[in-house]
């Protein structure tokens, strides 16, 4: 019986695929720790305490962000800044 080159290219995809795939946190790992981040920021926001509210960035040049009343705002600084006005 012939294999079509086709079905072993798909296979051979499919394997490389899963096999990079990241076998880190669970689904419910995430969530509840995307929660816990959330409730973080909520806290820092509502006491108006910027450096907590920046420890939930990402700390890098590369961060960006869209806030309310600018169209854009790029990097870790530039964002600290525009919270503590």
């Keep these: 019986m012939k294999i079509p080159a086709l079905s072993i290219?798909?296979?051979?995809?499919?394997?490389?695929?899963?096999?990079?795939?990241?076998?880190?946190?669970?689904?419910?790992?995430?969530?509840?720790?995307?929660?816990?981040?959330?409730?973080?920021?909520?806290?820092?926001?509502?006491?108006g305490d910027v450096d907590a509210i920046m420890a939930t960035y990402w700390n890098s040049p590369d961060l960006v962000s869209y806030p309310p009343g600018a169209l854009e705002l790029k990097g870790f600084e530039a964002i600290r800044q525009s919270m503590m006005k």
Aim: negative net charge; glycine residues 10%.
């Design 9 to 47: 290219l798909l296979l051979a995809g499919g394997v490389l695929i899963a096999g990079c795939a990241k076998s880190g946190d669970s689904p419910d790992t995430m969530i509840t720790e995307a929660k816990a981040l959330d409730q973080r920021f909520t806290e820092a926001y509502n006491n």
